[in-house]
């Protein structure tokens, strides 16, 4: 019963694990896939190039926390960590550095600044989450042209496809989405994300919240958080 609660992940692990604290896996997303609904994925000391997506209520721990284990997007052209799904509601992400997102592709969601709807340069939420003891740092990415020269007919559709440059345009360190749901359609919906004991620093938005932006009825809970 402790091996189906609890998934244990180091990232020097040798190929083929199991997730047992004996054959831990190599990669959070496959720990993700494993790990049942309300376990526990154990992450070990190192930096984890990958990007994980939550789509289940569970907790991913970081156990010698944020100074020695590092989720690090660089390159990826995503949010470094999603709650994406109605099911990751209940998520906690505890003792990590987070850094290198740009963000999640956003549709139909307006910014003043940009249309490169690329918002959660660090984490992107769309559910309830609790963030303990993680410190955001150096997400999103600055466009090096300047707004009023890209916001034109199909701007979107070629940043998405690569042809021009993608901007993170809100929340570079953690977006909380309320009013948008998976098929790109607005919705309403109330989502309280929990950020506790974190450090939220250096950076980037274009248009709004270069730390935390909310979008609709969302709201976050910082507590001891800088």
């Known amino acids: 019963e402790a091996f189906k609660r609890n998934v244990f992940v180091r990232v020097d692990a040798a190929p083929g694990g199991d997730g047992t604290a004996e054959r831990p896996f190599n990669s959070i997303s496959n720990a993700l896939v494993a790990a049942p609904w309300f376990g526990t994925v154990h992450v ?30 660089s390159g990826f052209g995503s949010s470094v960590v ?33 249309e490169f709807d690329f918002v959660g340069g660090g984490v992107f939420s769309r559910v309830a989450v609790t963030i303990r003891n993680c410190h955001v740092v150096g997400n999103g990415r600055r466009s090096a042209a300047k707004a009023p020269e890209i916001v034109r007919e199909g701007a979107r559709k070629r940043a998405r496809a690569g042809e021009l ?17 998976n098929d790109g359609t607005i919705g309403e919906r109330e989502v309280v994300g929990t950020v506790q004991n974190c450090v939220i620093s250096n950076n980037y938005a ?11 009825a969302g709201t976050v809970l910082l507590l001891d958080a800088s």
């Not at 994406?84 to 969601?109: H, I, K, W």
């Not at 440059?165 to 749901?181: N, V």
């Open 44 to 73: 070990g000391p190192g930096r984890y190039r990958e990007c994980p997506v939550v789509e289940k209520c569970l907790t991913l721990v970081a156990d010698e926390g944020p100074e020695k284990t590092v989720l690090d997007g």
């Open 82 to 114: 999603t709650f994406r799904e109605d099911g990751a509601a209940g998520s906690r992400l505890d003792g990590f550095t987070v850094t290198g997102g740009l963000g999640t592709y956003v549709p139909n969601v307006e910014h003043a600044a940009t």
């Open 165 to 181: 440059p993608q901007t993170t345009s809100a929340g570079g360190g953690l977006y909380i989405c309320s009013d948008w749901e």
């Open 206 to 216: 274009q248009a709004m919240g270069g730390g935390v932006a909310i979008s609709g």
